[in-house]
């Protein structure tokens, strides 16, 4: 598994760092799912798993995004359940 995740061009990611700031993005390309708290991390984990957000990137892609987000919830102490 790869853990390059490439640049969306549906996707500006300015506005990720305008929006969450200077802070920790499971796709850290185009800022997208900030885990830099208990409460992002639950929701990062909701969005990457509806179809229509995960069918924007390739397979390995998800799966990276979604490790980090897995161990963004161990640092959390957040539990989430996997699918």
Do not use: C, L
């Amino acid at each position: 598994m790869s853990s390059k995740i490439d640049r969306r061009k549906d996707v500006k990611p300015q506005e990720g760092e305008h929006k969450y700031g200077d802070v920790e993005f499971a796709d850290p390309v185009n800022n997208k799912y900030p885990i830099d708290s208990a409460e992002h991390v639950r929701a990062a984990w909701s969005y990457i798993n509806h179809k229509d957000n995960a069918a924007k990137y390739d397979s390995d892609e998800v799966k990276t995004i979604k490790n980090r987000i897995k161990k963004a919830a161990k640092k959390f102490d957040v539990e989430i359940n996997d699918d």
